[in-house]
């Protein structure tokens, strides 16, 4: 089994050729190729190479499917006794990649 570790939006991600992965929102048009030039890890059939800190040899590139938004988080802050009482929400904004890895 390959695959790869990423680096992207403060985040690491487990990816294979094929896989599918939510990261942070990319700049970029559904349709389009991102490269992630933060690889940490590749295992290649038992083979691991090992980044200190990135890996410059390998390239793993994904094709944005979706731009979307996840679920509302809904935040209600409240003091007893006091009359306080606010509520807002939140919606983290995502990019869905279908991931590529390139030796």
């Given amino acids: 089994m390959t695959y790869a570790i990423i680096e992207s939006g ?3 991600f487990r ?5 599918v992965i939510q990261v942070e ?3 970029a048009a559904e349709g389009d190729t991102v490269t992630f030039p933060h690889v940490l890890l590749y295992n290649r059939q038992g083979e691991i190479m090992l980044g200190n800190p990135y890996l410059n040899e390998i390239t793993v590139t994904g094709t944005v499917e979706e ?3 996840h679920k509302k988080i809904h935040i209600f802050k409240y003091k007893s006794k006091s009359n306080y009482r ?5 919606r ?3 990019t869905k990649v279908t991931i ?3 030796e």
């Fill in 10 to 12: 403060g985040k690491q």
């Fill in 15 to 19: 990816v294979s050729d094929g896989s």
């Fill in 25 to 27: 929102k990319l700049n």
């Fill in 67 to 69: 731009q979307g938004k």
């Fill in 86 to 90: 606010r509520r807002s929400g939140h």
């Fill in 92 to 94: 983290q904004p995502f």
């Fill in 100 to 102: 590529s890895i390139q």
